[in-house]
């Protein structure tokens, strides 16, 4: 069975001060991860897709890297305005399910 | 309209009533999925349709019901729901299932209806 576990549960960040939120799976097959942002009361925003180990891709202040058992989503000198719930889920073989953890909520003070 | 889109954003039911979600994508995809996302719990996944034909029916109890009666619009009819049915709906569409070309099978998500029933 697929498994996705996010952490750490909840980050609290001072502006400016970098971090990075993990993703750790174990999946037969990996076909691609998936990095999701969501605000409350809203749906998750796609973000990233990383299909093989060694990847890197960047958005603003956001890389997210892969490696064979955990991804990193790097967050640098973050603003206010990326405080949201980060979420991470995989997808295996042809199987167009996707497996969620349940999330880091990331919370940036001015 | 872009992208995916719900509504209701929220919904508040009594236990008898019966009410329908609604979502619909202006992507031109043909991949529609329900997930139902509880606070403390990853999203779970309820159904999918693929040009418009049922693929998964993940072990959901009948008091839902999903209807897709074309590849823009997909459906989630509910009736004699329960408390712990509570929770925010989601909508998500992708191009394709699985299985084709890489990056066809994101899926990219609507706002959510919030349910509550009381």
């Known amino acids: ?110 | 309209e872009t992208g995916v889109t719900q509504t209701p954003r929220h919904l508040v039911m009594g236990m008898t009533n019966k009410k329908s979600l609604k979502c619909e994508q202006h992507l031109g995809h043909n991949a529609m999925y329900w997930y139902k996302q509880s606070a403390k719990k990853p999203l779970e996944l309820m159904f999918v349709y693929s040009l418009e034909e049922r693929v998964e029916n993940n072990s959901v109890p009948s008091r839902f019901s999903p209807e897709c009666p074309n590849s823009s619009h997909l459906f989630l009819h509910l009736h004699t729901l329960q408390p712990e049915d509570s929770a925010l709906y989601l909508c998500a569409s992708s191009q394709d299932l699985a299985g084709s070309r890489l990056g066809t099978d994101t899926q990219y998500f609507g706002p959510g209806t919030r349910l509550t029933v009381l």
């Open chain 1, 1 to 110: 069975e697929d498994q996705v576990t996010q952490s750490p549960e909840a980050l609290r960040l001072q502006e400016g001060e970098s971090s990075s939120l993990n993703c750790s799976y174990t999946v037969s097959g990996l076909r691609g991860l998936f990095w999701y942002r969501q605000d409350p009361g809203k749906g998750p925003e796609f973000l990233f897709t990383l299909y093989s180990a060694g990847e890197e891709k960047e958005k603003e202040r956001l890389k997210a890297t892969l490696t064979k058992k955990e991804s990193f989503l790097h967050i640098t000198a973050p603003k206010p305005e990326d405080s949201a719930t980060y979420l991470c889920a995989v997808q295996a073989g042809s199987n167009y399910k996707l497996t969620f953890g349940k999330g880091t909520l990331l919370t940036v003070n001015p």
